[in-house]
């Protein structure tokens, strides 16, 4: 039998390693809670200073695990995205400072005129003096948002939010199944425009300003649409949404725990962050909302049919990819209770930030992801003859 691709002379595709692959090391795809939980540790860390060099180091990190360990899938290239999305947080943010001020500062930049406000608005004032202290701290919140976004796209860039989809409870797999639809849409619609474009400059297309947006945003909204009909037909086709024969009455039961446990959760949480609250209020209410509301979430697992294919499993690049993760925040959060004044350095007076060498030592554990992380398989067009 003759291959169809040889007929035609279509190239087919080649799985072949990744350029930074060695040559004892088998090219595979990471198991996608791995990058997440590794992600969500460098978010932690992040989120615990505001600190520039920490957090530009922090964004230089995961951009170099990305370039490293990233595959050639759609959400690969998304991360450029979350990089661009990051600098808007931070320009909004100086920006917000400038517009309704953010304190006194002695070191004035530029005076603007200020906008008088009504009596009820005191304490707020739109624009007059610009100190070089509150620009400096817009910037240092601003960064600090803009590296946990980065981080959190990292993951977005590295794992396949498909295959995580198949790691969630049983219970939570109609709302996972939601996120993951909504995680797969920004790196489409990153295709999409690449095509798009691309197609522009093979048929000639030099248009610039509105009428080029025109040009790339009807084909890509088309393309979305497009997309999104065949994703429903997918998961019509397999059998989407189908429950098991439960009778009413548990599946009312069901229901009621988890709103029950879930309603507990927010009174502990309320509980503990609320000094003047009775102690059974804290810590007691909050473990027994939990496990008021895992119970309802196993039993509701039960009423969910699905099939597992070659489940994904843990291997040791896995649990070393999450643990430098999670040694990664442990070690900032251990640099701040040593010496917090390096993590929020003040803006006034104005000091050059510095870093610690416990910091120094979560950066370094945060980017060892880049070696130990299996490289992945990187699907190429082979050209017709086997060239």
């Known amino acids: 039998m003759t291959d169809r691709a040889t007929v035609t002379g279509a190239p087919a595709p080649v799985t072949v ?18 990058w997440w939980l590794w992600a969500l540790g460098l978010a932690t860390a992040a989120s615990h200073t505001t600190n520039p060099l920490p957090l530009a180091l922090l964004i230089s990190t995961a951009a170099f695990v990305v370039v490293r360990r990233r595959g050639d899938a759609p959400w690969a290239l998304a991360f450029r995205m979350y990089l661009v999305l990051g600098a808007v ?41 610009v100190a070089v202290e509150e620009l400096l701290g817009g910037f240092y ?8 976004l980065i981080c959190l ?6 794992a396949n939010p498909k295959r995580l989809l198949k790691a ?78 439960v009778p009413a009455g548990r599946r009312a039961v069901t229901g009621a725990l988890v709103l029950a446990g879930l309603v507990g959760v927010c009174v502990g949480v309320y509980g503990l962050l609320d000094a003047t609250a009775p102690d059974y209020l804290g810590g007691p209410m909050l473990l027994g909302g939990l496990v008021t509301a895992l119970s309802g979430m196993l039993i509701a697992g039960r009423q969910v049919v699905r ?8 291997r040791l690049a896995e649990l070393a990819v999450t643990g430098c993760g999670l040694t990664a925040a442990a ?44 490289p992945p398989a990187v699907v190429r067009r082979g050209t017709p003859g086997g060239g």
């Open 17 to 34: 390693p990744h350029a930074d692959a060695p040559a004892s090391r088998l090219p595979r795809t990471l198991h996608p809670g791995a």
């Open 89 to 129: 947080i931070v320009a909004m943010r100086v920006v917000f400072r400038v517009v309704f001020g953010g304190g006194q500062g002695e070191h004035i930049l530029v005076r603007l005129p200020e906008i008088p406000l009504p009596a009820w608005a005191a304490g707020i004032r739109l624009f007059g003096p």
């Open 141 to 148: 919140d601003g960064l600090r948002l803009a590296t946990m």
């Open 153 to 158: 796209g990292a993951a977005n860039a590295l």
């Open 168 to 245: 969630v409870p049983g219970a939570l797999y109609a709302v996972s199944t939601a996120v993951v639809v909504a995680l797969s849409v920004a790196p489409q619609l990153v295709e999409s425009v690449l095509r798009v474009r691309r197609a522009r400059r093979l048929r000639g297309g030099t248009g610039k300003g509105l009428r080029a947006l025109r040009g790339i945003a009807l084909p890509v909204l088309a393309d979305a649409l497009d997309r999104s009909l065949a994703l429903a037909a997918a998961m019509d086709s397999r059998g989407y949404g189908r429950t098991a024969a």
């Open 307 to 314: 099939s597992r294919y070659r489940p994904d499993r843990w």
């Open 331 to 374: 070690l900032v959060m251990l640099a701040g209770s040593v010496d917090p004044a390096l993590l929020y350095p003040p803006v006034s007076p104005l000091n050059w930030p510095e870093l610690t060498p416990l910091v120094v030592l979560a950066l370094a554990v945060a980017v060892a992801p880049s070696w130990l992380a299996p």
